[in-house]
Each structure stands twice: as structure tokens, then as C-alpha cells.
């Protein structure tokens, strides 16, 4: 075939084509070779981490929390075997049908799926966890079940366990998993979703502590999200487990006062160690038992808490239901404040004696009693209000105000706690213009140094205060829970002289001589010395009223190294509760020092029981030596020095009707 111009063939059509053909064969190869040079040498490591990924989901394993011990090595909190049920996630219509055979066996209600459900939406990626806390009966039953449920896991992990949960719940605090509040605080930025933390108390407090870093181990699934088995735990990461904690607290005082605490009452206990503000018990009752919190609280059981009347969740020594007018036991920081002014000495009788009452511009002031003349001694013994009325006069309203403030009486006594409630004293007379609407009488003074008025202390800050009374030196330190390497700074001074604190001192041990306050309440091997008090509910109601008692123990050639103070809401006086401080004095001291436990110690109880009481004994005057300042050096217990060494070195040696505060 011919044509003008170029000439073509059928022949040279065939071979354009084929070299096309080939082109494109070539080019094809090519790019199939440079994919899979690609895929097989250039991504190859970032593939096979992502087939590995798809076939692996990782599995956070909490730390295991650092055992908590008291000061004889007790354990106060322990961790033990926990379960958690978890389900891969899935395609929605298939995680439900497995909810679904889940619910009967782990007792599964509406309200906890729809939990689950929201927690895993903040997550969707990882495992759901369906149930947090799992009985160990559930989870064996589902371990037994294994092919029924293949896209269920239980997974165990270390669950906190209180071993005396009642008694310990206040202080103690609970853990729980992290919530979104929390995550978005400076503190948890580094803490992710589901991880368990510290909430309230010292598990709160010592959470950095305590809490170790979590750990990684993966699953292997495979691609319809069935789980095959564990890897070994050498791939994942292994958890870092908390610290262990030792605490000043000693756990049988704590449970021993937890057990003779006035029946059918609530209030508070504190001990203290006067030498180094560390803490030896710390009762509010009621309690509840706090495990029961740990993990996740079921609704019923918070309903319950949150309707019981007696309202166990309050903290009644150191946190929102603590705070109480302190009524007679704020008569010795009065005392010391007038000795230090100057405007009392311990001999000298006040001029007003008592007839059951005293008036004042205007004022007619009432007392619980009719005392007649009293010096410092008998009136703290007699816990006269008419000499203290007198006291407080005399120091003047503004003066009480700026020099309790400058003592810090209105201050924190700076525990380990989170969540301590500060006391309250009027710092200024401005600042009670404000609180009540008008400007102060003079007068005024008279309620406030009986402990009634806009005074309300703590029974932690109550102890603190009455530990500076028993140490030579009228300093305590912060107070502490936890016996750690950190020293405790200055909790607070009352700038009193030696001679001012064997004098309040003195006035404290009448209080327990024969025929006083709380005389049934003397003990006969101890030095033991205390101030009752009793408070008034509130003002013009039918409240019974409230009962303190702030008692001192100690050796009787010896310095005091037990501080104890009682409360006890509504319905006993401060005598009538003065039997169960002197039982836990009792207590601590003779298993100090090796003497046999009594249950019955206190005249006032032996004498109801129908038990011999040596009366002689009781009636004969104690021997005490004066502050010993030498001894007190001794024991290397200084703001100088580190306050644990001291505790270590010194155990090895061994209110009214109107107007009135009542006794």
C-alpha cells in the first residue's frame, strides 16, 4: 500500500504499537518495583509497626501503691488483688450484645453502662473498662467462660485495701481512678485517663509519694478484634511502684479510742506528741468503712452516706465539721496571754469574788457555779468564769485581739492534710464590725475569753495549742501524720516564760485533785493533768450542749509526751467525757513503758462498774518535778535540730446559759 507523503505498512504499524506496548509494560514494572522497594526497604520499619500496632493494643498496669505503716510498723494501708473487666472495642451493636451477657454475671445496672460508656468515649481507642472493681467470684466465673466471652478481658491489678477502714476513713482519704477536672490541674498534666490517684487524705496528700508510675503490657489480637493472648511482660514497661509511708500514728491508740468512744455520740479525738507535733491518733466518729469508696462508690452507698443524720462523712478533728466554740479549755491561752501582758500573777486573787456571776458596763455576765475569790490556780481548777470575765477585762478587748493573732491562734496548725479548716479568732476589732453589723462593747471580751463568741477552734488546733503548754519551751511544731525525713517548722509560740507554764501547768493538775472537775478521772501512775469545757450548741435553742476535754500525760519524773483532746457533740458535759481522754492517756502510756493494759483505769468508771478503787492512792498528792529544761535539751527535740532525731532519741529512753462557758 502506497500513499503519498510517508509511506506505512501494516508491518510498521504492528511494531509501533508493540514498542508502545513495551513502554508501557516497563513503566508499569517500574513503578510496581519502586512501590515495592519502597514498601519492602524505604517504610519498611514504620509498616511493621503499624501491622504490629493493628494487632496489639497496649494495656496501662497500674503501680502498685507503697504500703502505709504506723510508727510500730502496723499496716494502715496495703494493697491486694484486684479485677477489672474489660471489653476491646468494636462496632457499637456488638460491644452491646456482650454488655448485654456481661450484665447478669457482674450484676449490671442502666446507670454503671452508661458510665462505662462515657469513660470510654473519652478513650475510644483502648479497651472499655466495664466494671472497675469486679467481686473475685464474677471474674472466675467469667475466667471459666473464657470461649463464650473472646473479646473480654479481666485484667488484675494492685487494689487498695484499709484493713481498718472505719477508723482510719478520715484521715486516710481513698483511691480512685483520675477524673477531668483533675487531669486539666498543673499537678496530674503528666497522668492520663483511668489512672487511679490519691483522693482526699493522706493518700491525697502523699500521692507523688505513694503513687509509682504505671507500667505498659500488650495484648495480641487479631483483626476482628479477638483477643489471643498476653505478650510476655520483657516487651511492655515495667511499673515503678510507690514508696512506703511511716506515720507518727500509733494504730491500736486509734482503734482502742475508736472502740471506747462515748456510744451513740459524735465528735472527735486528736493525740499528739508533744515533742515533735507528730500525730498518735486521730478518731472522728462516726466513721464508715472507706474501702467501700476505694475504686469507684456504688449510688447506693454514697446515698446512704449523704442522708445518715449523724453525717459520717464530716471530719470532726481537723475538717469542715470541726470547728466548735472551745468554751473552758480556751481559758489557758487565755492564762498565758494575761501572764505575759503582765496583768495577772498566778497568786493574786481577783477582786470580784464569785457569787454565780459578775456585771460589767451593763453586762451581767452568769457562771456555771458560785466559786468565791480565786487566784490563777483556783480558777482554773474551779474553771470559774467570773475570774476569767475578770481576765479578759483586764487584757482589754483590742489588746486580746492583736496579741492572739500575733500568737496565731487564728492560723492552721499546717498538718499533712489537703483539706485542714482553719479556726477562727477575731483578728481585729474591724474585722468583728464587719462579721456582726456594729461595733463591739468592751464588754465583749468577757464571752471571748471563756471560749464562746466568734472564737471556734479545732480539736487539732486545740492540741497543738495545749502541746505548746506541755513542752518547756511554749513552742509546737506544725503537726504531722507522716514520720518522714522533712522537719516541721514552727507551728506556733506562745512567747510564755518558764515560770507562766508551771504555773498554767499547775492549774491544770488541780483540775484532776480531789474534789474538782474531773477528779474521778485521775490517774494513778501517771502524771496527768486536763481542762474540761463545756459549749454551748448555739445561742438561744434547745441544742444540748457541746463536751471538751484537753488532757496532758506524761511520767511522773518525767516531761509530758502525750497531748489528748476530746469533743463530743451534743449531750455531755466536759467532765462527763473526761474519763474516755484519760483511758487513751492511760493506754498510751502504760504500753510505752510496759505496764499491763487496764480497761478500767478511771475512778469514775470502776466505781460504776463495781470495781475496787485504792481512794488513798487516788487522793494523794501527785510528785512531779518542775520543767526539766536540761532533760528537754537532752532529747534533742529544738526547732535547731531535725524533730525526728528527738522523737528517736526520746523513746529510746524509755457551756453555761447565757454569758456562761461551763466547765
Partial sequence: MERTGRLTTPRAARARRAWGARAVLVLMVGVLVSSLVKLQVVNADELMLRARNNRLRPMDVPAPRGTIYDRHGNVVAQNTVGYKVLLMPGPRDSMDAQIERLRPILGLTDAGIREAWRKHALAPA????????????????????RREFPNVLVHTYAKREYPYGEAVAHFMGYVAEINADELETERFQDYEQGRLIGKEGLERQYEEHLGGQPG?????????????????????????????????????????????????????FVAVDPRTGGILAMVSKPGYDINRRTGGVSREFWDSLQADPLKPLLDRVAGSGAAQPPASTWKLPVAAMALEEGVITP???MPIPCTGGMSYQGRYARCHAVHGRNNLYLGIAN????????????????????VGTR???????????????????????????????????????????????????????????????????????????ANTAAKPGLGIDLNVSMESLEALRRGLREVVSPGRTAWLTRLAHW????????????TNCSLPDHGWFAAIGGPPQGNPEIVA????????????????????????????????????PIPRERSRMGLPVDWADISRPIMVNPFDIAAFRAEAVTFDEVVRDGEAAADSTAAAPAGGGGN
Fill in 347 to 349: 497568786e493574786e486573787y
Fill in 527 to 538: 502524771d496527768f493533768m486536763g481542762k474540761t469545757g463545756t459549749a454551748q450548741a448555739c
Fill in 126 to 145: 483502648f479497651p472499655m473498662v466495664v466494671l472497675s472493681d469486679t467481686p473475685p467470684v464474677a471474674a472466675a466465673r467469667i475466667a471459666e467462660r
Fill in 216 to 268: 505498659t503490657r500488650y495484648l495480641e489480637i487479631d483483626a476482628n478484634g479477638k483477643i489471643l493472648s498476653w505478650l510476655p511482660e520483657e516487651l511492655g514497661v515495667s511499673p515503678i511502684p510507690g514508696r512506703d509511708l511511716h506515720l507518727h500514728l500509733d494504730l491500736d491508740l486509734q482503734r482502742y479510742v475508736y472502740e471506747i468512744f462515748p456510744e451513740g455520740y459524735s465528735g472527735g
Fill in 407 to 481: 500568737l496565731g491562734f487564728g492560723e492552721r496548725t499546717g498538718v499533712d492534710l489537703p483539706s485542714e479548716m482553719k479556726p477562727i479568732f477575731p483578728e481585729s476589732i474591724e474585722w468583728l464590725e464587719q462579721r456582726g453589723g456594729y461595733r463591739p462593747p468592751e464588754n465583749h471580751v468577757m464571752s471571748l475569753s471563756i471560749g464562746q463568741g466568734e472564737v471556734t477552734m479545732t480539736p487539732l488546733k486545740l492540741a497543738q495549742i495545749y502541746a505548746a503548754l506541755a513542752r518547756p519551751d511554749g513552742k509546737a511544731p506544725e503537726l504531722r501524720l
Fill in 565 to 600: 483532746v476530746l469533743f463530743v457533740e451534743y449531750g455531755l458535759s466536759g467532765s462527763q467525757i473526761s474519763g474516755t481522754a484519760g483511758n487513751a492517756v492511760n493506754f498510751y502510756l502504760n504500753r510505752k513503758y510496759g505496764r499491763d493494759f487496764e480497761r478500767y
Fill in 383 to 402: 474553771s470559774c468564769d467570773v475570774y476569767f470575765y475578770q481576765v479578759g477585762i483586764r487584757l482589754g478587748l483590742e489588746r486580746y485581739l492583736r
